[in-house]
């Protein structure tokens, strides 16, 4: 388990979370297709999700397929019969000015309730509801929000199925909210409905309050990498006010992402009427028992099995098992390697240490890198048949990633194969050893000078020499000039 | 008027079939009679002349090639205008779509055409619908073709007119909770409300979703069957639409009704009923009787609270339905739109809705309130499953329920639009039918003082047939003496 020194209060998270279900062809209730971005704006549109009056919805039973396949990886209690509502209210974006959604209140029935996903090696967090609902179009400004003339509006997303996720309380710390949500992608990715990459795909509100103070909730944060950041601040506003002995108000807060603020929306005064009440035209949902089952034996593997599979076919150690998993893609690629590669388990360190943080440097994804399971099993034998060593290693692996170069190119090109050419680096040791007399002195019976000597040939070598045979020429050299 | 245009459909598609008219002179006359009776009625807010003659004759040389026509072949059809029609303005009699053509057809309207039927304008009515007298159109009002001064009844005011008075020989309207029936009684016509789902909702402009059906208007029960038997269906756009196939109703005009159990429930006939209506209503009822069929008086409680709850669950459903006419993307929009979003929202509806559609937005947006909507929203859904279970009970002993269409004669302009209430108590009769989503037919039985009186037929879920052959016999056995002033 994961712990976390806490100095002060503890803080208790909830998340809120939108996916897009991206495996769809076409929208919730018609059939545009919902594969809308890098589109004209307004060219996904069609009577039905246009709202045009006269117009009804046919839900894609699809979609229910999906919810029953995530409630199933959340390990949720599918209903049997449930309901869309009406949330009605008047925007720009949502072309009926209401949304097809379900009853979250006191009373509605959701698609699934009561789950749960397990983090950090055992910790539950629970899942408390699973709803479908209609995503609604997007605001678009032209240059920026403060500059542009006017308001546009795109409904390409208008009607695109969302899988609404809602955990209770149970995370506690900004971190644990990103790992939580981390997880959740792979869970989606793996079951194949939902695809994190795609920007926008999945997006997320959360709420947080402070030990003994007032639940507050946070609107508007547009991707997981934000989630951290929004809820840092969260916490550390909540916490200077609770010590300065101010009261924290119920209210709903919008994360500027620009300023990196939350900035008030409404307080609780306020709260928006949604006049919920039942779709009249459509028809309940209804779920068999066979209808889950057949699903349940359909379902791909899940992350966490997945994690035990890799320990057990590839013997790599929990921690990594568990970082791999915890992403579709950086598990896929792991396979894909260890297919044509004897030592997984250095592998899997390669994948989890350089790899992913060289990824994090860089700020991408790994298909957003031209880096081939291929080329870093070809890496990997550079370094095993001792044509570079493991340092000249990492630099191929980073330049592999950005072109996509062959490792065995990259490495004749520049000229980095491993010189264990004695001779020649003998050479080079008496440059060394002229050019440094006061360390040669010193390396008689200073260990350290010893090492410093050994650098100063492998920089003369740009990294390239043998770092055995280095090591042993400088000290044979120095033998010989004690002997002397 | 030529007698062409008296005929039933059945005989236009004969005649034309057998080429002893053409279409073109058929919907010609039609056209003629427009302009002859409609500056009077005004039954008509858009007319489509030129597109119906077109299609007239396409059909007619189709026929003279030999070829295959359709069931309705020729035969001119009036459409309520909250039916969507492609390429021709929609209106809903409102401002707010003064100006909105649909790009789609109404699932209806599709199958009319597949079977040739000729649309020959859409029709005024209240409104989105709400009302019973076509009073409340933008675009003024339909008088009843008996009596000028005096309201057709609503919403589908302009497609009953248009029957009664010649001007087409059957239309669509829309019943949400009376719409069809109401104007049907007091036009002297047959209108035909089917079980809910059994007609495509798909291109019907909503006003109260879980309560309408588009229904058909003829002058004789033959008629309507016979538009029901092309409407009727299952429609994948539509999710209520229930999974069964058209109608066969022109099967079911029989003239026999021995045996039939007419149940006539008391709190049909209450204290606001007409004498006149009561007597004309107890004067088909008794032919029946002498015809063979049986009955009983009986009482429902439930149909106490039947207008109320109706009157929420419509007016809820309509405040959302109707929240998309914004402005933004099709209909009323104001030039001066210089403001923020909300602003421009709130002038387009402001200007744009007339008082009867805002008072049932605001009442309805009420009723679904926070704090609200337990105490009317849900109390009326309450009691529209009691009545349902009430009425399934009731269908064990009776196979038709009996009563008046309208509880009273039709009345003059402006008689009851000072005070919405008693508007929205001429509905008592026909809202039950809605809430319980049973089929339901009214046919004139009767006339007083040249005016015409409507009895109204229930029956249980899908058993339009049995509302099809007890009209047809009383329409058979009743020598009625109704003539339009027009
Ligand atoms: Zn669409």
Redesign the interface.
């Given at each position: 388990m994961h712990v976390e020194t806490v100095p002060e209060l503890k803080v208790k998270i909830g998340l809120e979370v939108h996916c897009q279900l991206t495996n769809l062809k076409s929208k919730l209730f018609c059939s545009c297709s919902a594969d809308y971005r890098d589109s004209e704006p307004n060219t996904h549109i069609c009577?039905v999700c246009?709202?045009?009056?006269?117009?009804?919805?046919?839900?894609n039973r699809k979609a229910v397929e999906d919810a029953i396949m995530i409630a199933l990886a959340l390990n949720m209690q599918v209903s049997s019969r449930t309901l869309f509502y009406?949330k009605?209210y008047?925007y720009?974006d949502m072309?009926?000015?209401?949304q097809i959604s379900q009853y979250d209140r006191a009373g509605g029935v959701p698609i699934a309730k009561d789950g749960y996903v397990t983090i950090d090696g055992g910790r539950k967090v629970r899942i408390s509801r699973l709803q479908l609902e209609e995503d609604p179009g997007k605001l678009v400004y032209e240059g920026t929000i403060e500059t542009s003339k006017a308001?546009l509006?795109d409904y390409n997303r208008a009607g695109v199925a969302l899988a609404e996720i809602v955990t209770e309380p149970d995370i506690t710390s900004p971190r644990e909210a990103r790992i939580f949500l981390q997880k959740l992608r792979s869970i989606l990715e793996h079951l194949g409905v939902s695809s994190g990459e795609l920007e926008g795909s999945m997006r997320c509100d959360a709420n947080i309050s402070i030990e003994g103070g007032t639940r507050v909730e946070v609107k508007n944060i547009s991707s997981f990498k934000e989630v951290e950041r929004a809820l840092n601040f969260e916490m550390t506003r909540q916490r200077s006010l609770i010590r300065k002995g101010l009261r924290i108000g119920r209210e709903t807060r919008h994360w500027d992402e620009l300023r990196r603020v939350t900035v008030t929306l409404r307080v609780k005064e306020e709260e928006e009427?949604y006049?919920?009440?039942p779709e009249?035209?459509?028809?309940p949902i209804l779920i068999s028992r066979e209808d889950v089952e057949r699903l349940r034996a359909s379902m791909p593997e899940l992350p966490d099995s997945r994690k035990r599979r890799l320990m057990e076919q590839y013997g790599i150690s929990m921690q990594n098992a568990e970082v791999l998993t915890d992403n579709k893609a950086l598990a896929e690629f792991f396979e894909a390697c260890a297919a044509n590669y004897s030592r997984p388990d250095l592998l899997s360190n390669w994948i989890v240490g350089d790899l992913l943080s060289y990824l994090y440097d860089m700020g991408l994804e790994l298909r957003e890198t031209k880096l081939t399971p291929q080329h870093m099993v070809g890496m990997l034998r550079l370094i095993d048949d001792g044509t570079i060593s493991g340092k000249i290693g990492k630099e191929v692996l980073k330049e592999i990633m950005v072109t996509g170069e062959a490792p065995e190119n990259v490495v004749k090109a520049r000229g980095l194969i491993r010189i264990s050419d004695r001779e020649y680096l003998e050479r080079l040791t008496d440059r060394v050893f002229e050019e440094n007399p006061k360390a040669v002195k010193d390396a008689l019976k200073d260990e350290k000078a010893v090492r410093f000597l050994v650098g100063q040939l492998m920089k003369l070598t740009e990294g390239k020499a043998d770092p055995q045979l280095a090591n042993i020429l400088v000290r044979n050299r120095l033998k010989a000039s004690a002997g002397k | 008027m030529p007698r062409i245009l008296e005929l039933p459909a059945s005989e236009i598609v004969r005649k034309v079939k057998v080429q002893e008219i053409s279409v073109e002179e058929y919907i010609s006359e039609c056209f003629e009679r427009i302009r002859t009776a409609d500056p009077k009625i005004h039954a008509f807010l858009t007319l489509t002349e030129d597109y119906a003659l077109m299609r007239a004759r396409e059909i007619d040389s189709r026929i003279r090639r030999g070829e295959k026509v359709g069931s309705l072949a020729g035969v001119a059809v009036a459409v309520k205008d909250n039916i969507c029609t492609m390429g021709v303005r929609t209106t809903c009699a409102s401002k707010m779509l003064e100006s909105f053509i649909p790009i789609y057809d109404a699932t209806v309207i599709e199958r009319l055409k597949a079977q040739d039927a000729v649309i020959v304008g859409k029709t005024n009515m209240d409104e989105f619908a709400m009302g019973s007298s076509t009073e409340q159109s933008a675009f003024g009002p339909t008088l009843n073709p008996y009596d000028l001064e005096r309201v057709p009844g609503g919403s589908s005011g302009g497609s009953a007119a248009s029957v009664a008075s010649f001007e087409a020989t059957v239309s669509l309207g829309s019943d949400t909770g009376g719409s069809v029936r109401c104007p049907a009684s007091f036009c002297g016509v047959v209108g035909l409300k089917p079980t809910y789902g059994l007609v495509s909702r798909y291109g019907l402009i909503a006003f109260a979703n879980s309560l309408e059906q588009i229904s058909p208007i003829g002058r004789t029960v033959a008629d309507v069957a016979t538009v029901m038997d092309c409407i009727s269906g299952h429609d994948s756009r539509d999710s209520t639409s229930v999974n069964t196939g058209p109608t066969s109703l022109r099967s079911h005009l029989i003239e026999d009704v021995s045996g039939i159990r007419l149940g006539v429930p008391k709190e049909l006939f209450g204290e606001g009923t007409e004498e006149a209506v009561s007597k004309g209503v107890w004067n088909a009822i008794n032919r029946l009787i002498g015809l063979g069929a049986t009955c009983e008086e009986v009482s429902l409680h439930s149909l106490k609270y039947a207008l109320a709850s109706y009157y929420i669950i419509a007016m809820s459903e309509a405040s959302s339905n109707l929240a998309r006419y914004d402005g933004l993307r099709y209909g009323f929009r104001l030039e001066d739109d210089d403001c923020d979003w909300s602003e421009a929202y709130s002038r387009n509806r402001r200007e744009g809705f007339g008082p009867e559609v805002k008072r049932r937005i605001m009442l309805g947006t009420y009723a679904l309130s926070a704090g609200y909507y337990n105490q009317y929203y849900l109390r009326a859904q309450r009691v529209r499953t009691l009545i349902r279970q009430e009425l399934s009970r009731v269908f064990k002993n009776f196979d038709l329920l009996a009563s008046p269409t309208m509880p009273i004669l039709p009345y003059r302009l402006g008689e009851k639009l000072r005070d919405p209430l008693e508007m929205y108590m001429c509905d008592v009769d026909t809202v039950t039918a809605n809430l319980a989503g049973i089929p339901a037919v009214s046919i004139p039985c009767s006339s007083h003082q040249g005016l015409p009186i409507g009895v109204q037929f229930m029956a249980p879920p899908f058993r339009e047939d049995l509302l099809i052959r007890v009209s047809y016999t009383l329409e058979k056995n009743l020598e009625l003496d109704l003539k339009p002033a027009v």
């Open positions: 009577p246009m709202g045009m009056p006269g117009t009804l919805p046919v839900l009406r009605n008047f720009p072309p009926k000015n209401f308001t509006v009427d006049r919920y009440f009249p035209d459509l028809v | -």
